[in-house]
């Protein structure tokens, strides 16, 4: 397959992740500003705003006030906000369409489908009472994308290189996330099993969908070091850091056998890979989360870049 | 249904109101439909349409970035009968056209022998002084050909150009059908009408066999070249490739390697045999034409020269569809076939010629006036819906470069119904029939692309300016 192709597969399906979680993101802080008072709910808004790196050009246009309609649409539809999700919706779109001919037309159509409703959805301000609906929407079509994938694509380069797009940049997300929120799975001094912490706990949870499933498993007992060893080493969890590497792993091996070699993107990974089997969750808390998290992050870029490298992604 | 047009033939209606044979097995089905349910079809054909993508995308215009071709319901029907004739003048007309560009292209002897005027070549962009004695893969020029037929009566076709650079269109020839096809199904087990599916399985085949003295191999690899996702027809180049299996490249994936063009793949650089390009000639080789272009590959004109690629339409084959040639094509027929044109010439006036140019001076409120270099009836003048100011500005125009156009009549294109609010009511339509040529043959796809004028009256057709398309059936013995 073309080198430009395997690009617009990737990214493609990097977009479409990427749409996902900043929509999983904004229900999340949603949720916690509905349980606060005023002033109390724009720092949570304003904290959803930081995790997604948008504070220096949201206040360019809209100055500090945080107030939930203005957070929220900035993230989902303002024109000055590149990663707005529509804006990310839009790119996942146009490289569909560069790759048309790589994808089912079942792929093609969930994706311009989705696109199309989208747009309808965000042409005009949305409203408090609409959010969930337009969260919903972004969620359904990352889903049902997904679905064609699942059901109609052939398993070969094509799909390995979308499978890697969506787990790099799922792998990046819950980290993100980790990243900005380690302070919450501290040991704090003040806090320590506050109904507060608990909230706080729940929302890192609730930002990558893993609320359910982690009370499932813990029947209903929340603590910190839990919840990071529940993201980071939990192979089970669809959205955790090793997971996403053990998908990596094999759609890179796939890629291997099929083309009868390993590249230079193959080391890479099995030396991250090997951090997931060898860690502890009381390794990386002496090494210190926020270290680490870094560090993942880091390594994880460069993962990306060298796939691209290998696979001549550009000239 | 309403009556046809006094004035036009309609191929649907006699003038008493009375149904043609072509139309009798589809108004029988027709009569049988509620007005409703047509309604409900259409707009469910448009979200079909919006939902695949099937779109082209309208230069300088913003707000529409990618606009639907309205689709009508009514099909366009032509008779097995009208079909063996029309394919008879088209498969002539062709392999007239690819003899006249390899003499162009060698002795010139259609210039020697007087018929055609020297000075249509000097000075003509279309002329490439590059592509002189060489001969392409095959002795094809023109692998893929639109032939434009208008209609004004029960027996006259007539050609009204030669589309031999990159016709475009037949993504909506095959995607009309499917659609028809998905919503009436009942309808074509009443009707029998010949497939066009097989097209792109065609397309590749003929590709294939104008491979390049380089390729080694049984089975050339063919890849489909696109200018980008903004280009107007980037859909039609996307829907052939995938159809055709061929990877679809743009000219940032190429690369001159080992006197071949190769395409970037995740394994490395591969080689590729014959490439469809859908980029004008201009923009195809910035060392030979356009220095500024980032559309091509830069050399492939060396590679082409070589025998390590074949460029598919040959690059200078537009002099062949030039207006200013196309006056003189039933001259070229019977030159290089020795035969009678079976499909003739709308009449045209070359206004180079002064006697020629006095007339449509003197006429200029009942013709039709077009640059000779022009397309997508862009920079196009038409007298009896022109106002006298719109008139004088293009009579200064017309007398400040004479050699820059051609007029035709005003001809009374034939009308086929489309569905509207009010019922079914007679539009203008042309044809626009897809030919495939390689050394095994000509290839002619039963039925085309019609294009029907939306607007009452209009005679513009084109997707560009408010036309729409219509699936065109050729009726099985």
Known sequence: ?315 | MTKPLPSSYDEMLNADGSVRPAYAGYCQWHDEQTPDLLRRKGSEAEAFFRRTGITFNVYGNEDAEERLIPFDMVPRIVTAQQWRKLSRGIDQRVRALNAFLHDLYHRQEIVRSGRLPARLLKGNVAFLPEMVGFTPPGGVYTHIVGIDLVRTGEDDFMVLEDNARTPSGVSYMLENRETMMAMFPELFTRVRVREVSDYPRRLARSLAACAPPACKSNTPVVAVLTPGIYNSAYFEHAFLADQMGAELVEGSDLRVENGRIAMRTTRGYQPIDVLYRRVDDEYLDPLTFNPGSVLGVPGIMDVYRGGGITIANAPGTGIADDKAIYSFMPEIVEFYTGEKPILQNVPTWRCSEAEALKYVLDNLADLVVKEVHGSGGYGMLIGPTSSKKELAAFEAKLRARPENYIAQPTLSLSTVPILTRAGLAPRHVDLRPFVLVSPNGIDITPGGLTRVALKKGSLVVNSSQGGGTKDSWVLDD
């Open chain 1, 1 to 315: 397959m073309l080198g430009r192709s395997a690009n617009g597969m990737f990214w493609l399906f990097r977009y479409l992740e990427r749409a996902e979680n900043i929509s999983r993101l904004i229900e999340a802080g949603f949720r916690m500003a509905l349980t606060r008072d005023a002033s109390d709910a724009s720092d949570e808004w304003r904290s959803l705003i930081v995790t997604l790196g948008l504070r220096r050009a949201f206040e360019a246009r809209h100055g500090k006030e945080y107030t939930g309609p203005h957070v929220f649409n900035f993230i989902l539809r303002d024109r000055d906000n590149p990663g707005s999700v529509l804006a990310m919706t839009e790119e996942a779109r146009t490289n569909a369409r560069m790759v048309r001919g790589g994808i089912t037309r079942e792929v093609w159509e969930s994706v311009n489908d989705g696109w199309m409703r989208l747009k309808e959805a965000l042409a005009r301000p949305v409203p408090e009472t609409r959010l969930g609906d337009v969260l919903d929407l972004v969620r359904r079509q990352s889903t049902q994308v997904r679905g064609a994938m699942e059901g109609t694509m052939l398993r070969n380069e094509i799909y390995n290189f979308a499978r890697m797009g969506s787990f790099i940049e799922r792998a990046d997300n819950t980290a993100r996330i980790l990243d900005v929120k380690y302070y919450v799975l501290l040991p704090s001094v003040s806090y320590v099993g506050t109904s507060l912490d608990n909230v706080q706990w729940e929302n890192v949870l609730r930002s990558v969908a893993g609320e359910r499933a982690y009370r499932w498993l813990n029947a209903g007992r929340m603590d910190p070091r839990g919840i990071a060893e529940f993201l980071i080493l939990d192979g089970r969890f669809p959205r955790s850091l090793a997971f996403c590497y053990s998908k990596l792993r094999s759609n890179l091996a796939s890629l291997a056998r099929e083309y009868g070699n390993e590249m230079h993107c193959h080391e890479i990974l099995r030396d991250a890979d090997c951090q997931f089997h060898q860690a502890t969750i009381e390794g990386i808390f002496e090494q210190g989360l926020h270290e680490f998290i870094g560090k993942f992050i880091r390594a994880n870029t460069a993962l990306a870049l060298q796939i691209q490298r290998d696979y001549r992604f550009t000239e």
